[in-house]
């Protein structure tokens, strides 16, 4: 197994930088006297991303650390401990230590361990007899015996620059037994060789790089952030021409619209050279992963085999990185709770090993990204009996999608003993409501005993999306064209009017529950006759509804501003756009739709299932 | 000479003041980024009817309030005169609909007294003061507390996690 983790080395220090001071932001800000749950999660998360991060990379002593500040953290969200500012002082000094320790990994000169054992004590005074001794004892092992070894990582990192694919795995070996004390000299000496056979292979390999180098460049993603922002606005612009384009007269009208189309496929070609800048192949991210599972079954005592497929599906490099964290969540959880150890699969006649596949592929303009284990699958059973003790709701039908929306309640967890790698409930809420974020969906298919599958579903990319727009009353809204279907004008020999309230199209041999937008947006319209209207089929999560609405106006591209800069998330709107007009509409979020459809289906029988009893001339 | 004025530019703070129907309002300068004549905005579903909807302020989506209506004035009509005040509060960008804008005041703490508890249509805790001009009374609102309130619906609870 070859595994290049140094070139994300990067990135984990820029993320946990942005954390610490999310962190600390959020502690200067906190009341003392009565601390916002909210803010004490958030404080916890941030925690918790560090030291996951941490572990990934192997950077134990920031994982010691955090772990010992999250303990506190933990006890403080769930009431445990009251908040004092003697505590918040500590963990801003934590901070620091953590800080350090990062800038020492930066540098490659870890920091003195002595100060990370300094506030941890002091942190667990706080946190009482319950963190032991020991863990104080193995921290401080863990430092010193890894605190020599990244000194030498990082070191021959310098001299490889990015690409020591290869050239990684024997330094990673020799870190593995752990030692008390730095200086074994056979170690040292092995780590030396190791280097040497290093610095050699890496020269024959700047060598071919050179040819390499000149062929790309180094951009800041600023600038092609900028460049795609641009591309947005001449969007905007060429549509704002299209519209005018009708009131020119015919002489006129000709030759422009010649000259127009041909802008508009010009404008279409640079757009998609401009996104394929910011593609990036899954690779990237995959890379990370053969080497936490490694470990982490290693420290579980399991057989666990990854497998990745899938690996150059390319997609947009910010959504590469937003991923990786809730990916990094599910491949934990997956090792932790899902995959049996060997004893257990053994009795249960499965192969001692368990397997983890990882893949990737496109499907529409969306991409799928499947983390699946042949572990246990999810406990039904222990979920709602957790989820009653929690007092969560628990709906009638138990179905996989509402397990997963009890899983994914915050600070809930099924796991007996807290540990460092998973169980203390953070993580599915963070998971789902950074996928969300990125207008992407979860869904877990669990099949108990055999193993679980976890599908995140992600836009391609976060700036632009393909739209139908519609409207309804004097409102123009846009609905995701990958969303869609198909869309009817229905029959009145289509339509079924429900008992239970709530109406139904039948289409393609299936019947289907509309939803009468007018209703849910609460937007007058003279159409409230589903014949006269349209009705705009879409999928989400495996559901369908159809969207009543007046009429279809056109297809366009738009580009997505975000809602919650200036306002809030409002429920069943994603995000907002500028149409040629100079307007802004609201794009439509299809899954939050759906959901509303279930609430309000009761309400709706009224004035539309009037109308259609008045059409069948009762 | 110099240090009288050097402490009246350091403690005088200057304020935008608008009516609203018959009451006259100022807020801080420095939290204005423009002013605008009305335009129809795009109605957002199931929200406050104070809340107008979003408008297009050169590429950025802004929602539109109208305080005439959030204070429950009688007569709201929107007309060549209605006035959108364009806010720049701890990063984000709001407008506010208000009857006219009068003037810019420069006033020091002196003038500024404190709020007696029974003002009626606002919270004492959003009001900066009180203060005179010409004879009438002029209400400071703390316009960052006002709108970052729980009753302006420009916040949810799930912003808070977020921040």
């Known amino acids: 197994m070859a595994i290049d983790l140094s070139q994300f080395y990067q990135v984990f220090f820029e993320e946990s930088k942005e954390h610490l001071q999310a962190f600390e932001q959020l502690l200067l800000n906190i009341n003392v006297k009565n601390p916002d749950d909210n803010q004490l999660n958030a404080i916890f998360r941030a925690a918790h991303s560090i030291k996951g991060g941490s572990a990934t990379f192997g950077f134990s002593d920031i994982t010691a650390v955090t772990h010992v500040l999250e303990s506190l953290l933990d006890k403080l969200r769930k009431k445990e401990l009251v908040l004092q500012t003697e505590m918040i002082d500590v963990c801003l000094q934590t901070a620091d230590v953590i800080k350090a320790q990062l800038q020492g990994h930066v540098d490659g000169q870890p920091a003195n361990a002595s100060i990370a054992d300094a506030v941890s004590k002091k942190l667990m005074l706080f946190n009482g007899q319950a963190v032991s001794q020991n863990s104080n004892a193995s921290n401080t092992e863990l430092d010193d015996g890894f605190g020599f070894f990244d000194h030498a990582v990082t070191a021959d ?217 042949d572990g246990v699958g999810l ?199 500028i149409l040629g007009s100079g307007k802004v509409a609201l794009i439509i979020d299809v899954p939050a739709m759906i959901k509303i459809g279930q609430n309000i289906s009761a309400q709706t029988k009224t004035p539309v299932a009037a109308s259609l009893h008045a059409a069948h001339g009762y | 000479m110099v240090a009288i004025r050097q402490a009246i530019d350091t403690n005088t703070e200057e304020f935008l003041t608008f009516t609203l129907g018959t009451e006259t309002y100022g807020i801080e300068i420095l939290k204005v980024q423009e002013i605008r004549s009305f335009e129809p905005a795009t109605k957002i579903a199931n929200t406050p009817d104070f809340i107008k909807g979003v408008i297009n302020l050169r590429g950025n989506i802004v929602p539109i309030l109208d305080l005439r209506i959030r204070f429950k004035l009688a007569e709201v009509a929107y007309n060549d005169f209605t006035v959108v005040i364009i806010l720049n509060l701890d990063q984000r960008t709001i407008g506010i609909v208000v009857d006219s804008v009068s003037d810019v005041l420069a006033l020091n703490p002196d003038q500024i007294s404190p709020v007696p508890d029974l003002v009626a249509s606002i919270d004492t805790k959003y009001l900066l003061g009180l203060a005179t001009k010409d004879e009438q009374m002029l209400i400071l609102l703390n316009i960052e507390q006002l709108m970052s309130s729980q009753e302006m619906a420009l916040v949810d609870a799930s912003d808070n996690a977020t921040q």
Not at chain 1, 423 to 441: A, H, L, P, S
């Open chain 1, 157 to 373: 990192n310098k001299t490889n620059q990015d690409d020591d694919f290869g050239l990684f795995e024997p330094l990673a070996i020799a870190n593995k037994p752990k030692i008390n004390k730095p200086a074994k000299p056979e170690k040292i000496a092995e780590n030396r060789r190791a280097a040497k056979a290093m610095d050699r292979r890496s020269s024959d390999r700047l060598a071919t790089d050179g040819i390499a180098e000149n062929s790309s460049i180094r951009v800041d993603v600023g600038k092609v952030d900028q460049l795609i922002n641009l591309i947005g606005e001449l969007v905007i612009t060429e549509a704002m021409l299209m519209q005018s384009l009708s009131d020119l007269p015919a002489n006129i009208l000709e030759n422009m619209s010649t000259s127009i189309s041909q802008l508009t496929r010009n404008t279409r070609d640079l757009q998609e050279a401009i996104m394929s800048v910011r593609m990036m192949p899954i690779s990237n991210l995959f890379v990370r992963f053969p080497r936490l599972v490694r470990d982490l079954a290693g420290q579980l005592k399991k057989e666990v085999q990854l497998i990745t497929l899938g690996e150059e599906t390319e997609l947009d490099k910010v959504l590469i990185e937003k991923i990786a964290d809730p990916l990094t969540h599910l491949i934990r959880n997956s090792l932790d709770h899902g995959i049996e150890s060997p004893k257990q699969r053994k009795a249960l006649g499965k192969p001692e090993g368990g397997t983890i596949i990882l893949s990737a592929m496109h499907q529409g303009g969306n991409i799928m990204i499947e983390v699946a284990d």
């Open chain 1, 379 to 577: 406990n039904s059973a222990l979920i709602i009996e957790k989820a009653k003790q929690r007092g969560i709701a628990i709906p009638s039908s138990i179905t996989d999608d509402s397990l997963w929306e009890i899983i994914c309640q915050p600070g809930f967890s099924t796991a007996k003993n807290v540990t460092d790698i998973s169980g203390r409930g953070v993580g599915m809420d963070v998971v789902n409501r950074n996928i969300t974020e990125m207008g992407g969906q979860i869904q877990v298919m669990s099949n108990a005993g055999k193993g679980c599958t976890f599908s995140i579903q992600l836009p391609l990319t976060l700036a632009i999306v393909d739209g139908m727009i519609v409207s309804l009353g004097e409102n123009l809204y846009v609905i995701p064209l990958n969303a869609i279907i198909e869309t009817i004008q229905p029959q009145l020999d289509q339509l079924k009017s429900m008992t239970g309230g709530g109406n139904m199209v039948l289409t393609r041999d299936e019947y289907i529950p509309i939803i009468a937008m007018h209703l849910a947006f609460n937007t007058p319209t003279q159409i409230t006759d589903l014949c006269k209207g349209m009705l705009v089929i879409v999928e989400s999560h495996g559901k369908k509804a159809a969207l009543f609405l007046d009429d279809l106006v056109g297809q366009q591209q738009v580009v997505i501003k975000n809602l919650e800069t200036n306002f809030r998330k409002v429920n069943g709107i994603s995000a907002a756009t």
